[in-house]
């Protein structure tokens, strides 16, 4: 018996092994038949499983990229890679109404240049606002290469609220980079221009033309930048490029880097060697590093003078100050990265091999003891090379921007000649690891990689050309963000993802759960300028006000209709157009276009937006919602006639082009009651369940709450016309009152489903 | 003994299901860590398994979506979901230069409505050009909802290279959609207005106020909309909506839906009900049948006449020569769709429970018979509903929209107010499945399913509401489109997927192998006409041409220096810079960007775009490459300087910031010769493998032995200034020679690696 008994034991074991597999043999045979017909290996399924985001589910870390020449910024969801947003910063955008509202084109018109409105931007270095060093979720900055301009966008509600112009520089593209406690945004100039806006002979480089570094002043407590009480450093005609701000030791420094340190003019077109050549001649280039928590007392003691109307540190201040310093650094660097301690620099130079380690200690031993090999040309100390270096360290062809990761010491270096990602460790020289990436990467990103607590875990590698990556879309290829695991000891790719509009160049990746953007504003809000709007209106409030020829129209929008339906104005009339979007539901936006006149609002739930515009034809303009909001969107229309001058409106009424009855109406009131017993039902269903432990439902139901009374007040005015024998006007509001209905029906069902999907109990 | 043999059989029996196991088990275990980790079902890992595409996979189809508000179109690629491309389209848009060089705004200048630039768009309903029924991958048509226009894009490079604007309608939804062989594209009215631009009072709405449907010719040869063979037909002020063609036995007709029959004007702000209950409050719209190859042969024989410069049939006329019927449909409809095979027409009314299953030759046999059961106001003949009806399915509250499955019969209808889709057989008229969806849908699209064969396989679902799908983003919320597997008897959910900008309303998708996009132009290219350009340059031919203060630049981009490097030009010259990119290299873009004065040029290999611009301000204006081309590409700059008018330039030459000497020089030629050798063991590597078996190596050894050449030119300038003792000029070209030294070691360096990864054989 025991023989059976052991052998039973087997078969159980048998059993239980085959269990274990059945109970996950149904996907298995599914998924290897998809394998083989995808060709997918087990590493593709497992790099699927890793970024594979179900329905409704959430990104560990959000993204922010910068977009290049289109001028916007792109927020994309990790380890998903899906791109939930492209917002506009320097280029109109008329999804989002950005620079079509005459709320927005106030933001985009302070970035104005010799008073011209700028339409697009360059958009470079994306910095996410930090608190003691750590990303805090608040806001995001980003520069404007092109026009050397910095954008602050907020991010309780991912907009864009303020634009400032460098007082000094003529392109700009060592920013954006905040100190510790975002005191200071940090914007590097780039290519050496006069500081004045006139002409000045190129024959004068050397004497007339300058670089800089400006430490923008932000005031996180209404979150825009003070410009008077910001201040610049002149610094010598060298292309300064990017740069980082020092924490916990280095604390109140920043760091820059630079090329074209030869001050080499090109002219190619005249025989001389271009740009190119000239630039990059000598083996070294200068680290700029400067003190800023010092000038900051030097501005605040009234010790620095201005120029263009802004503080400008001159050079020889900042020498006799003892406030710049110069170190040479590899040819023609690209990052300067200071790492999560704040006790080394790394710099990699794009014509090198190796990343160079600088050391704090030593940079300020050097300068405490005056240790310097000589002055540049313009008179600023240089600290020797061997002086402050702690190690440099081949890392491969074309080192171009460090990242950290969670691991102390340890960082990763995108490496562009050989198209590969090193990992590496700063503190010993050693290299851990290596993974190629496809191609000619650019920056890198690791979470929260440039913080004070890097998260590790993933990396993205910025890669510059697509070729041969995706299906082709003709001449101009998408760039391509590879994700890379980095949570073992070695490097994993996951994902290759395409990116549909623009150049994006640098990234950064904040927890998810540090953004807590709000779903709607407060009625009647200007979202740009953060404020109660002049121009909200409540419902039953909308009013048309002239002034001469200048009208100001107050409306307001709820599905499925816009108030007003007509606009009359005469030909030489100026109108604004002020919308407040009445609803309380999340996501409820609508739109407002109209014809021939580049009127295109986005007007989000709370927010009032407004259209100014000159009508200089007469002429019949429809305008209609252009976001799909409800069953009867494409009824939300209206039309404004422009009339000509002096035209007298006829007494005449509009002719119904049909005529109801009384049967039409009592017809229409039956369909009513049925629908409302139909409603009964699901609010039965609703209220009979748990559905106040779900969120979701609680506000669909709010919603339907606010539809419901909306279909009252409609059969109100019905059976007011009715019992006034009009039934013309009770028939319509009698279909405006089964209008409500629908909708309240909508919500309903998209609450009893969301209830019945997601487990709600049946209340006893 | 048997004991042991029977219980060892058990114990291998476990043994081969454990090695079963673990020929997946590798997978398996880190698998199920993962599914753990993040919380996936197998249900979820399958999805990935059917959508991720691993580093340098391709799509099976390509979707063309528009881009609603943003006036764009977007392409991605299924099963990835991965979005590939914004094409600029209404708007402006910076990174492809679209509305920046002068070519593009060619293309926008033809979209002038009143003589005023339009610069946005509200782009709703993609078609994709047809040969015999299918899609044959040439060109793309959008409309534009709110100036009512069309634009055509050639997919051959995915730009837009036409734009029309209706001669009659101030606004436009019905478009786009084409005739089976793209003879022509249909563009239907949405909300009616006056034919004339000038003012007409509400009150003559019914008299004077009309809708239509315009059918734009297409001429294939010339991939170009030829407004002057177009027609359109006057139609009713009903509000006339979405169109599609009759292929097959209905080839030669048109089908039109329309909402507002009721003509309703609104008027809220006077008491009036609104728009959305006057114009739903009857049962029925009208479907408009439309007789466009007898009305084609009218317009050729001259019978047709003209009115704002183009032929239109007027409802007199179509009465009289049979071009037009109507046909009672559920109220406010949205989708009407021809079946694959020709013989039906299915219409789905919101606010409406069903579908709605026409006969054509029903149809047909009523106009035979004149079998009418009356007119509408303007005298059109109306064929009774169930003269026309094969019958009608309860499909689910709110049906929007219908697209078609590869199994004969089958059809998908998104069920908006449901939010669902619903699979049914309009043969039959039987529900085979359900599936819910992610909110508030509008259309859907199957893959070629409004084409006469269409693939099924996938369904995706364009939802207008995200709210809770997606990391929270501020209250603009991105879209949600849902691919959902067809291909068995069930509809599966495999993905959402966010749209980051604009407002995606319709889409199609199209076999991906069908698109065959150029990777580059003819040199010396305009784009936007197809032709060669009036201001190519060639290299070594780049010069300056001013007539009076009108200027000429023809320059040269190659990586990494632009030519000119230096532009001098007066206050109030009007300048036009004429760009060359010289690149042979796939993706090898640059961008040229100009401070102050809005020039942003997107310029792929072989395109010449300009830029003219009056320059008002005597100043110094940097100007770079905005594309990452290259390792030196920050040194891809130049300055253009504005002289005050009358300005005398100084005789004094440029003062080189540093001084080279023999020693340098001959350092230089060093590290060339160093630098030489790397390069060759790289060729002798490619060289001895079967790298022409690898269509993208030979690409790079193309592209490189460009470089080489480049390099070998450098060299010999350096050696000539060497002879003549000039080494401050050998030193500048032999830098110049290692440059692209570099950037033909960058180009080998990739090949190699790519043929190690793909296992490229040695030859003996």
């Known amino acids: 018996m025991k023989f059976y008994s052991k052998l039973g034991g087997a078969l159980l074991l048998v059993a239980l092994i085959s269990m274990t597999v059945s109970s ?5 045979s599914n998924l290897q038949k998809v394998m083989k017909e995808r060709g997918l290996t087990e590493k593709d399924v497992l790099a699927a499983a890793k970024t594979y985001t179900p329905t409704g589910g959430r990104d560990e870390y959000i993204v922010c990229s910068s977009g290049g020449q289109s001028g916007q910024i792109i927020f994309y969801g990790i380890p998903s890679m899906r791109i939930l947003k492209y917002v506009a910063v320097f280029t109109p955008e008329p999804w989002q109404g950005y620079g079509f509202d005459d709320e927005s084109k106030a933001v985009l018109a302070q970035g104005r240049i010799n008073g011209k409105d700028i339409v697009y931007g360059d958009t470079h270095h994306p910095a996410f606002s930090e608190t003691d060093g750590d990303y805090d979720g608040k806001y995001i900055f980003i520069n404007d290469k092109a026009n050397p301009r910095i954008a602050v966008i907020d991010l309780h509600d991912f907009e864009t609220k303020q634009i400032v112009v460098s007082p000094f520089f003529k392109s700009s593209h060592g920013g954006c980079f905040v100190t510790p406690n975002t005191e200071y945004i940090m914007e590097a100039a780039q290519y050496a221009a006069p500081y004045s806006s006139d002409f000045v002979s190129l024959n004068d480089f050397n004497e007339e033309y300058r670089g800089g570094l400006t430490y923008w002043k932000f005031n996180k407590e209404i979150g825009r930048i003070e410009p008077e009480n910001s201040f610049t450093f002149e610094m010598p005609p060298y292309s300064q490029d990017l740069s980082d701000a020092g924490k916990g030791p280095s ?8 090329f074209c340190t030869e001050r080499y003019v ?11 050549a000239g630039c990059s001649s000598k083996d070294t280039d200068f680290l700029h590093v400067t003190n800023w928590k010092k000038a900051e007392e030097l501005v605040k003691a009234g010790k620095v003078s201005k120029l263009n109307g802004a503080y400008l540190i001159t050079m020889e201040q900042a020498i006799e100050e003892e406030l710049m310093f110069l170190i040479p650094e590899p040819k023609s660097p690209h990052g300067v990265d200071v790492t999560p301690d704040g006790l080394n620099i790394l710099v990699a130079g794009k014509l090198d091999s190796h990343a160079w380690v600088y050391s ?62 090193t990992k590496w ?21 690791t979470m929260e990689g440039d913080t004070k607590n890097p998260d590790g875990k993933y990396l993205v590698a910025l890669n510059k050309l ?16 590879q994700l890379i695991d980095i949570s073992g000891s070695q490097m994993e790719l996951l994902y290759d993802m395409p990116l549909p509009l623009g150049e994006p160049h640098y990234a950064a990746a904040i927890r998810a759960d540090k953004l807590q953007p709000v779903v709607r504003y407060k009625t009647g809000w200007n979202s740009r300028t953060d404020e109660k709007s002049e121009f909200r209106c409540r419902a039953g409030r909308e009013k048309v006000v002239r002034d001469g020829n200048r009208v100001h129209i107050y409306g307001t929008l709820i599905r499925s209709h816009i108030t007003p339906e007509t606009i009359e104005v005469y030909e030489g009339d100026v109108v604004s157009i002020h919308l407040t979007n009445l609803e309380r539901a999340q996501d409820e936006v609508h739109g407002f276009a109209m014809y021939g006149h580049n009127v295109q609002l986005s007007i989000e739930p709370g927010k009032t937006a407004s259209a100014t515009f000159t009508v200089d034809k007469a002429g019949v303009y429809p305008y209609y919602c252009t976001e799909f909001c409800s069953a009867l969107h494409l009824e939300m229309q209206g039309y404004m006639l ?31 009651i049925a629908t409302q017993d139909v409603i009964n039902q699901v609010v039965g269903f609703i209220t009979s369940h748990n559905y106040k432990d779900f969120p979701i439902v609680v506000h669909l139901v709010e919603d339907a709450t606010d539809q419901l009374g909306f279909a009252e007040e409609a059969k109100g005015k019905s059976e007011a016309a009715a019992a006034k024998g009009d039934f013309q006007n009770a028939m ?33």
Chains 1, 2 share one sequence.
């Open 24 to 28: 996950f043999a149904f996907a298995e």
């Open 251 to 258: 604390y109140g420094w920043g760091f820059n880097n630079s």
């Open 266 to 276: 090109g002219g190619i077109e005249k025989g001389r060697p271009p740009y190119e």
């Open 360 to 421: 704090f200690e030593k940079i300020m031993k050097a300068i405490k003891d005056k240790n310097f090999e000589g002055t540049d040309p313009y008179g600023l100390p240089i600290i020797a090379l061997d002086t402050a270096l702690d190690r440099s360290v081949n890392v491969g062809l074309g080192p171009l921007h460090n990242q950290f990761d969670s691991e102390d010491g340890v960082v990763y270096t995108s490496i562009y000649v050989d198209s590969q990602i």
């Open 425 to 445: 460790n700063y503190r010993t020289g050693k290299i851990l690891d290596t993974i190629p990436i496809h191609y000619n990467v650019g920056h890198l990103m």
């Open 466 to 481: 697509s070729i041969d990556r995706f299906n082709p879309v003709g001449p101009l290829h998408p760039q391509n963000h």
């Open 642 to 672: 422009v009339m000509p001058k002096g035209y007298k409106a006829e007494e005449k009424a509009i002719i119904d082009g049909e005529k109801y009855t009384k049967a039409d109406y009592e017809g229409q009131v039956a369909t009513n």
């Open 732 to 764: 319509l509001w009698a279909n405006q009152w089964w209008q409500y209905q629908v909708k309240t029906a909508d919500l309903g069902l998209r609450a009893k489903t969301h209830l019945e999907q997601n487990g709600a109990k049946k209340i006893k």
